[in-house]
Structure formats: C-alpha cells, structure tokens
C-alpha cells in the first residue's frame, strides 16, 4: 500500500505524509511479529507498563492523529505547527534521556501490586504522562471526523477512515497495556482492512479523473449481418454492436431523455441481449450500458446548460436523469467539474 500510494503523491503532494507513516508502519510491524512470542512471554504480569512499549504506543498515536489531515488540509502540516503539536513527544522523551543519563533505573514490568506501592516515584509518574499524552492523541483521531466536516470538499470515506483509526487505536492502547498474540493479530488485520480501504477509495479519484471515451458520430445504420462465429474477429464483431448502439442512440435522442428509459429498453431497440451489448460497450471503455447511456445524457446536458436551456437543477432533470443526486455524479466524472459550478459560470 506504501509504494502504491508512493506512485500516487507523485502526481498528489498530499499524499506523501500517507505514504511514509504508512510505510513506517508496515516496517515497524513487520519488525516485531519475529518477537511476538518473545513480547507475550515476558508480559504475563496482570499489568505491563513497559516505558519501550509506552513511548511507542505515543509515536504511533501521534502519527495516526495528523496523516489523514495531510490529506484534505496539506497546509496542517507545515513544520512549525508540527513541532508545537508533538511538543509532548518532544519533552517526555528529553526528560526519558535525562533520568537515564541520572542512572534512574527501574523494573521494566509492574504488576498491579508494583504500581501501586511505585505509583508516586519518578519512573511511575513518567509511565503515566506517556499514557496520558497517548490518550490525548487517541481523543484527537476521534476529533478528526469533526474538524473535516469545516471543509466541504472533504470526501465522507476520509471521515469514516478517521474514525476506524479511532477505535483501532483504543485497541493498540489495550495491546500495550496486556500483550497477547491474539490481539496483536486481531489489530493487525482491522488496521491493515481500514488501510486497504483508505488506499482503494484514494486511488478512485484517479480513476474518476480518467478521460471518458468519447461519442462517436456515426451517420449511417450499420449493415446487418450474422452474429459472430467461433472463427470471426471478436473484435470487429463488438465494434459492430456498439456502432450500431450509437447510431440508435444518436437518432432516438426523446427517447433516452426519459428516465424510464434503461438498459433493458436500448437492447430492446436494437436487438442485442444484454451480455453482448455490455461487452462491446465495455470493449470501448465503458464501465456498463447505464454508464454509457447516463454519458449521452451528460453531454445532452451540458448542451442544455451552454444553450440556456437549463438555468437551475431542476431543469437538469428534462435531459433524462431521474434524480439531483444522480445528475451531480455522473456530470462530475465525465465533464470533470460539478454541475452547480457548470451552471454557476453560465449564469
């Protein structure tokens, strides 16, 4: 997921905090599962408060609450405001080297015995700011969802990915406190799923931005002929379908404009069953027949729009769409712009 989105922040800048967290977590994943067994061995006391684990679970934390931001807000991580935000980090881990340098030692473990006759030494208070700052960084992930609602623009699936980083997060936070194989591996699948998910939704706006096949005009009918045989040019066969789908669709203009109209009723039209209709659409880049219907209807729009046919979304419906909401997409992915802001430059 890393080198893939490495290859997307090449063309997105927004992307290239993603792609180096997300790699520094799968390295650092793939550095412990060795010693998993190790971890769980030395972890049987009823509680582990292990300042190895702690200072982690407070790197990792942070590092979950600012990188989708980078995301939807790349000015979030300008460098001052970085190092004002992980000045908690900062100052623990400076305090850490100190008592070391002092000779502070301590038991690397205590049980719940141990943590209370220790609760008020140095090491202990130490132990328990990690943990805070830990739970402040979690309690930020979980404000994620809110602060991107500030910015229109920012797609839902960002906001639901913020709030799985949340409740995987709560997880790991229990993973340090009482270590054990089974829940290292439960976190590892749920947070690896709401990466994968993250990752596929990011890659389809580059797939949404991908150039639309054009209509091509054809002027005259295409001869009948036979259907293809075993021996026949399959692809010559699929261009013959589709020429003839575009030239039923280029002179039956009233009929498409009505949103009953579907993919049963354009095979009806011109006598193809379904399954060969879509594949000669899709041999020429389209996704399904009502893809390729709704792009007539698209550019059928637009012409409306150009020629002051349609000043307001609800005369965007006379071109055949059946609601708003199904208007907005399918004008966004194939002319590239919204529709209110196409009928906002017009007017």
């Not at 997060?169 to 947070?191: A, D, G, K, P, Q």
């Not at 054809?218 to 066969?237: H, I, L, Q, T």
């Not at 059946?322 to 007017?347: H, N, P, Q, W, Y």
């Amino acid at each position: 997921m890393a080198a893939v989105m490495a290859l997307f922040a090449r063309h997105k800048v927004q992307y290239l905090s993603i792609t180096w967290i997300m790699g520094i977590f799968g390295v650092a994943v793939t550095c412990v599962v060795p010693f998993a067994d190790m971890i769980e061995a030395a972890a049987l006391h009823p509680a582990i408060l292990h300042p190895g684990p702690l200072f982690i679970l407070m790197c990792f934390v942070f590092l979950q609450s600012i990188y989708p931001l980078g995301i939807v807000m790349p000015g979030y991580l300008q460098w001052g405001r970085m190092w004002k935000y992980a000045l908690p980090i900062i100052v623990l881990s400076a305090l850490y080297g100190l008592l070391t340098l002092m000779g502070v030692t301590s038991p690397s473990y205590y049980s719940w015995t141990e943590f209370g006759k220790a609760f008020f030494t140095v090491d202990m208070l130490m132990r328990l700011a990690t943990l805070a700052v830990s739970a402040y960084y979690i309690v930020n992930i979980f404000r994620l969802p809110r602060v991107m609602l500030r910015y229109p623009h920012v797609p839902r699936y960002l906001q639901v990915y913020a709030l799985c980083l949340g409740l995987t997060s709560c997880l790991y936070f229990w993973l340090i406190l009482r270590f054990s194989i089974f829940t290292f591996e439960l976190w590892v699948i749920l947070f690896t799923l709401a990466n994968i998910y993250m990752c596929l939704r990011s890659l389809e706006t580059i797939a949404l931005s991908l150039p639309k096949p054009e209509i091509q005009v054809v002027e005259e009918e295409p001869v009948a002929k036979d259907e293809v045989g075993d021996n026949e040019d399959f692809n010559e066969a699929n261009l013959y379908r589709f020429e003839r789908a575009e030239f039923w669709m280029q002179h039956h203009r009233d009929e498409w404009k009505d949103n009953t109209f579907g993919r049963d009723q354009l095979c009806e039209a011109i006598g193809i069953n379904r399954h060969l209709l879509l594949q000669s659409v899709r041999s020429q880049g389209y996704n399904n027949i009502h893809d390729y219907i709704n792009v007539y209807r698209v550019n059928e729009l637009h012409r409306m729009i150009m020629a002051g046919e349609a000043h307001n979304l609800t005369e965007c419906l006379d071109a055949g769409f059946g609601t708003i909401k199904t208007a907005r997409s399918c004008f966004e992915k194939v002319m590239g712009i919204t529709l209110d802001e196409s009928l906002a430059s017009r007017k």
